[in-house]
């Protein structure tokens, strides 16, 4: 049987509210009677079991930002970015029915959004380097650090602080991609921070319905006349590779991290604290195995969702438009290892409202795949540090001959 361990309990006076009636003349709160409430904060023991941890829901390439980690941590990380091919003729007019040949390309602009970054004071140095155009979703890091190397380096520009939400816009020569034709029109970056220890900065991809974007000026001929043209071109592929960063030890939990990690945990033996009285707070309560790893001045929201069915890490999880069920979750920085608390109250609340719902909790990252923030934390084999379910209750009360 589930023990409770009761940790605090609190009396407070509640007057009922009284309203002066003129058929029934009395004073408040002298005729109003006073009744005691009292909440009791406990620990459910034993109430998490058989919790586990899985990784790969969300990978890089299907997550809506991409994380460039810098030099000087123990993981490292570089952004690909794979462009829909430029074509050989077009339209010299938009409209016209025929197409003519690309007579001349006069040079290329890549626009990179920045979704956020920590770049410190002194700023980063980011280098853009010619990628082969065969890169795809296999691709390792191993594979493509030839490819970062000085021979291919095509531009470089700075990232100072405070510009991490902007846009970094680079002028390309068409001598940065000497293959272009051969490549059927096709461009592959690679972006990372050449300098700027322990900093990182997240670009937008196309899932985020944004991306980078790659405009050549060219020039055409159109009815005789030479006239200047230029078109854009959209990611056809968004990822990174990465130098360590995944994994998770025995007897631990991961949530976070990239490809994305979730934990599930299931709840049992509740129904003493329902039959006891009305939850007003239920919180689960997770003790780090080490601080929370990732990039310096970087964070992740750790969220606990309720699930359909209890299939493992197949278990589908109940989405609501604003989360009113995880409460928004917990916002846990790189670095911490003070224990995590995820409210869970709502979820509790209907599992006492309705018996036959799972009673499983899926912990997962909000933006999953776009950092390598993670948060590992002890299970329930733990001796003594497993994760715990607080809940705070009001116990039934009757108003008597009130």
């Not at 191993?142 to 095509?154: E, K």
């Not at 006349?225 to 230029?230: A, E, G, M, Q, S």
């Not at 780090?288 to 992740?300: C, H, K, M, T």
Request: include cysteine; hydrophobic fraction near 45%; aromatic fraction near 6%.
């Amino acid at each position: 049987m589930v023990r409770l361990s009761g940790l605090l309990s609190l009396s407070l006076v509640a007057s009922l509210a009284c309203v002066e009636s003129v058929a029934a003349p009395g004073l408040c709160p002298e005729f109003c009677p006073e009744a005691e409430f009292e909440v009791v904060d406990s620990i459910v023991n034993g109430s998490v079991v058989r919790d586990s941890s899985f990784r790969g829901y969300v990978a890089a390439h299907r997550a809506s930002t991409v994380q460039i980690v810098g030099p000087g941590l123990s993981f490292d990380s570089r952004a690909v970015i794979k462009f829909i091919p430029f074509p050989d003729r077009v339209r010299p007019i938009p409209g016209d029915s025929t197409t003519a040949a690309v007579l001349a390309i006069d040079s290329f602009t890549v626009n990179l959004p920045l979704v956020r970054g920590n770049v410190g004071s002194g700023g980063v140095q980011v280098a853009l380097h010619r990628l082969p155009v065969s890169v795809d979703t296999s691709v390792s890091y191993a594979n493509l650090t030839p490819n970062f190397a000085d021979s291919t380096l095509i531009a470089s520009t700075a990232v100072e602080e405070g510009q991490e939400t902007d846009s970094l816009v680079v002028t390309l020569p068409t001598t940065a991609f000497p293959s272009l034709a051969a490549d059927d029109g096709e461009i592959a970056l690679g972006v990372r921070i050449s300098v700027g220890d322990s900093s990182f900065i997240n670009i937008a991809s196309q899932r985020a319905g944004s991306g980078a974007a790659l405009t050549r000026y060219f020039k055409v001929d159109s009815a005789g006349v030479v006239i200047d043209r230029l078109d854009v071109r959209r990611p056809s592929l968004t990822t990174l590779v990465q130098d360590g960063g995944a994994g998770t030890a025995p007897g631990t939990l991961s949530v976070g991290g990239v490809p994305s990690a979730r934990a599930i945990v299931r709840i049992e033996g509740l129904e003493e604290i329902f039959a006891l009285g009305d939850i007003i707070l239920a919180t689960l309560e997770l003790v780090p195995s080490e601080p929370i790893v990732g990039a310096p001045g970087d964070s992740l929201i750790l969220i606990g969702s309720p699930v359909l069915a209890d299939f493992g890490r197949k278990s589908p999880i109940i989405e609501t438009d604003v989360d009113s069920l995880s409460r928004g979750g917990v916002v846990v920085a790189v670095g911490s290892a003070d224990t995590i608390r995820v409210d869970v109250t709502a979820i509790v609340r209907s599992w006492d409202l309705d018996p036959d719902l799972t009673r499983t909790i899926m912990l997962l990252s909000r933006s999953e795949g776009s950092s390598f923030a993670e948060a590992r934390f002890f299970s329930s084999e733990s001796a003594t540090l497993k994760p715990a379910l607080r809940v705070t209750y009001v116990p039934s009360v009757g108003l008597g001959s009130l």
